[in-house]
């Protein structure tokens, strides 16, 4: 019966070793792998070829042989160590390197610094996590032999882009100061407390550009640098009454004693004039620049500024009108008119506010409200005519949580309130049409220039034809050159007209699209809200809603919270 053995070589790699004796039972490949499986050598590599060949061999040597007669040796190696081997390879960014190992079959395992040598010679040269490392070569020198363990070695970094500069603020203007009033020990406001914070004085700091970034470079694992996108610059502007500090050229400086009022990327300074009361004993006040007063502006009074207007009180039956802010720290309370009866037209209220810029007040009734930016009242709205050209927020800061109580507003973009209406029915009227007529009005002036270019350009083509059909002898060739071109520029400007008219109808259709009244606790019924030629209102009471305009129709809308 011929034998199989295992046997070490030169190399440490394992030879099976065939003792040919003819007879008895025969030797097969599964035999083979049976006599590997039960020896110390399972790790190793099986050269299945080998053992085919082996196998072949003793069968040929066994062919010509007489029973129980031997024959030649057979040798050949069918077990080889194999030490583990590494792949590297990169995503298509080249910002991960991940390393696959391929664990040792007997042979030797990989190191941490192997494996790190191995991602060099593959160009990986930067961002190697070495606590990676160590722990992807311990995994792999105890997985089952033969097994393929990875994990990423190393990462690149992201560029970090730059910050754009910035204007940063150094003073309160009047209307910060008063929308946030000095706190007392005992935890109150004192509402009067405007001080001399509000004022600045020659040469203070007003205003300060923190400057762009140019950010931080990052890399790919190959090293190839990744660059930043640098913050875009900003100018700092230098508002009347400023200049730049000649100690440092990001430094905006109070060039007189006044008033600091915030413009965009900058700051001015306003002359001030301040007072405690405005009342019969004061007079009417007309300033040229900004007038702060303490306390309240008595009924009958005008109080008018080329600047901002800051109250420290209330407002009772008075006119202000002013280039810049107005803001109230109380209320602006008017005398008792009846809206329900009359035309808007026809009612004269005995508040007047016209301001510029923004308006803003504690709480405001019966009272004629005008400005160019936008009305923030934070506690309650009513009965009131206002016309503004940004929106109307009745609440405060954070949320629209105030009462819009009848009245008649005309808005620009939106309203916003707590509560729209009132149980008892009073209406209330919001018009978006300031910015339409505005449209409107351009929309005409182009039909009216494209009707005069439409005639010019008839009148020419008449012209045209008739010096065309002239005789040899009577025809002008400069004049109808001249015609011609006149005729081919009016109808060049009809396109052009043309295809501004179609932008402004476009452009009036978007708009009434986008305008709304938000009612974020309740809508009562009664509110009507016009929008162009369409109109419509509310006829009974609503949860948070909106009313807007969307396909030929005013629509109330509930407000879902998510």
Same mark, same amino acid.
């Given at each position: 019966?011929?034998?199989?053995?295992?046997?070490?070589?030169?190399?440490?790699?394992?030879?099976?070793?065939?003792?040919?004796?003819?007879?008895?039972?025969?030797?097969?490949?599964?035999?083979?792998?049976?006599?590997?499986?039960?020896?110390?050598?399972?790790?190793?590599?099986?050269?299945?070829?080998?053992?085919?060949?082996?196998?072949?061999?003793?069968?040929?040597?066994?062919?010509?042989?007489?029973?129980?007669?031997?024959?030649?040796?057979?040798?050949?190696?069918?077990?080889?160590?194999?030490?583990?081997?590494?792949?590297?390879?990169?995503?298509?960014?080249?910002?991960?390197?991940?390393?696959?190992?391929?664990?040792?079959?007997?042979?030797?395992?990989?190191?941490?610094?192997?494996?790190?040598?191995?991602?060099?010679?593959?160009?990986?040269?930067?961002?190697?996590?070495?606590?990676?490392?160590?722990?992807?070569?311990?995994?792999?020198?105890?997985?089952?032999?033969?097994?393929?363990?990875?994990?990423?070695?190393?990462?690149?970094?992201?560029?970090?882009?730059?910050?754009?500069?910035?204007?940063?603020?150094?003073?309160?203007?009047?209307?910060?100061?008063?929308?946030?009033?000095?706190?007392?020990?005992?935890?109150?406001?004192?509402?009067?407390?405007?001080?001399?914070?509000?004022?600045?004085?020659?040469?203070?700091?007003?205003?300060?550009?923190?400057?762009?970034?140019?950010?931080?470079?990052?890399?790919?694992?190959?090293?190839?640098?990744?660059?930043?996108?640098?913050?875009?610059?900003?100018?700092?502007?230098?508002?009347?009454?400023?200049?730049?500090?000649?100690?440092?050229?990001?430094?905006?400086?109070?060039?007189?004693?006044?008033?600091?009022?915030?413009?965009?990327?900058?700051?001015?300074?306003?002359?001030?004039?301040?007072?405690?009361?405005?009342?019969?004993?004061?007079?009417?006040?007309?300033?040229?620049?900004?007038?702060?007063?303490? !306390?309240?502006?008595? @009924?009958?009074?005008?109080?008018? %500024?080329? &600047? *901002? #207007? =800051? $109250? !420290?009180?209330?407002? @009772?039956?008075?006119?202000?009108? %002013?280039? &810049? *802010? #107005? =803001? $109230?720290?109380?209320?602006?309370?008017?005398?008792?008119?009846?809206?329900?009866?009359?035309?808007?037209?026809?009612?004269?209220?005995?508040?007047?506010?016209?301001?510029?810029?923004?308006?803003?007040?504690?709480?405001?009734?019966?009272?004629?409200?005008?400005?160019?930016?936008?009305?923030?009242?934070?506690?309650?709205?009513?009965?009131?005519?206002?016309?503004?050209?940004?929106?109307?927020?009745?609440?405060?800061?954070?949320?629209?949580?105030?009462?819009?109580?009848?009245?008649?507003?005309?808005?620009?973009?939106?309203?916003?309130?707590?509560?729209?209406?009132?149980?008892?029915?009073?209406?209330?009227?919001?018009?978006?049409?300031?910015?339409?007529?505005?449209?409107?009005?351009?929309?005409?002036?182009?039909?009216?220039?494209?009707?005069?270019?439409?005639?010019?350009?008839?009148?020419?083509?008449?012209?045209?034809?008739?010096?065309?059909?002239?005789?040899?002898?009577?025809?002008?060739?400069?004049?109808?050159?001249?015609?011609?071109?006149?005729?081919?520029?009016?109808?060049?400007?009809?396109?052009?007209?043309?295809?501004?008219?179609?932008?402004?109808?476009?452009?009036?259709?978007?708009?009434?699209?986008?305008?709304?009244?938000?009612?974020?606790?309740?809508?009562?019924?009664?509110?009507?809200?016009?929008?162009?030629?369409?109109?419509?209102?509310?006829?009974?009471?609503?949860?948070?809603?909106?009313?807007?305009?969307?396909?030929?129709?005013?629509?109330?809308?509930?407000?879902?919270?998510?």
């Amino acid at each position: 019966m011929s034998k199989a053995s295992l046997v070490s070589n030169a190399k440490e790699n394992i030879d099976l070793v065939l003792e040919p004796v003819k007879g008895g039972d025969a030797i097969t490949e599964a035999g083979i792998l049976e006599l590997i499986a039960a020896s110390q050598y399972t790790d190793l590599h099986v050269q299945k070829a080998n053992i085919k060949n082996a196998v072949a061999e003793l069968n040929d040597v066994l062919k010509p042989l007489q029973a129980g007669k031997t024959g030649r040796e057979i040798r050949y190696q069918i077990l080889e160590r194999r030490d583990a081997s590494v792949t590297i390879s990169l995503d298509s960014d080249a910002m991960t390197a991940t390393a696959e190992i391929t664990t040792a079959l007997g042979g030797k395992h990989l190191s941490a610094k192997a494996i790190l040598n191995a991602a060099q010679e593959s160009g990986v040269k930067k961002g190697f996590i070495k606590e990676e490392l160590v722990a992807l070569a311990q995994r792999a020198a105890k997985e089952p032999a033969g097994t393929v363990v990875s994990n990423e070695i190393a990462l690149g970094k992201l560029p970090i882009d730059g910050q754009d500069a910035r204007i940063k603020h150094l003073v309160q203007s009047a209307q910060a100061r008063i929308l946030k009033p000095k706190k007392r020990e005992d935890g109150s406001v004192d509402m009067r407390d405007l001080g001399d914070i509000i004022c600045v004085k020659v040469g203070d700091p007003l205003v300060q550009k923190v400057p762009l970034s140019q950010g931080k470079r990052g890399y790919k694992v190959t090293a190839e640098p990744l660059e930043p996108t640098p913050g875009n610059d900003i100018e700092m502007k230098c508002g009347e009454g400023t200049e730049l500090s000649p100690k440092n050229g990001n430094i905006l400086i109070s060039k007189k004693v006044g008033l600091p009022k915030v413009i965009e990327n900058g700051m001015e300074v306003d002359e001030v004039y301040k007072i405690k009361n405005v009342d019969v004993s004061t007079g009417h006040i007309i300033f040229e620049g900004s007038v702060i007063i303490d !306390g309240d502006v008595s @009924e009958g009074m005008k109080v008018s %500024a080329t &600047g *901002d #207007i =800051t $109250i !420290g009180g209330f407002v @009772e039956s008075a006119i202000l009108k %002013a280039g &810049g *802010d #107005i =803001t $109230i720290s109380g209320g602006i309370i008017g005398r008792k008119q009846d809206l329900e009866t009359r035309q808007v037209t026809e009612v004269q209220m005995s508040v007047n506010i016209n301001a510029k810029g923004n308006i803003y007040a504690k709480h405001c009734q019966y009272a004629e409200i005008y400005c160019d930016g936008d009305v923030r009242i934070e506690n309650q709205l009513m009965h009131s005519i206002v016309d503004i050209g940004g929106k109307l927020w009745v609440g405060n800061e954070e949320k629209a949580d105030g009462k819009l109580i009848g009245g008649f507003i005309k808005a620009v973009s939106s309203v916003h309130a707590g509560i729209v209406g009132a149980t008892a029915g009073s209406n209330t009227l919001v018009h978006f049409e300031r910015k339409l007529d505005t449209l409107r009005e351009q929309l005409d002036d182009v039909e009216t220039r494209l009707k005069n270019d439409s005639d010019k350009t008839n009148e020419l083509k008449s012209a045209t034809t008739k010096l065309k059909a002239l005789p040899k002898d009577k025809a002008n060739p400069e004049m109808l050159s001249k015609v011609v071109a006149t005729y081919q520029f009016h109808a060049k400007r009809m396109g052009e007209l043309l295809q501004e008219k179609q932008t402004l109808e476009q452009t009036i259709q978007d708009y009434m699209g986008k305008v709304y009244v938000e009612a974020t606790e309740k809508l009562f019924h009664g509110v009507e809200l016009t929008i162009g030629d369409f109109s419509d209102r509310s006829k009974r009471e609503y949860g948070p809603s909106k009313m807007l305009f969307k396909d030929r129709k005013i629509h109330i809308e509930p407000i879902v919270h998510s």
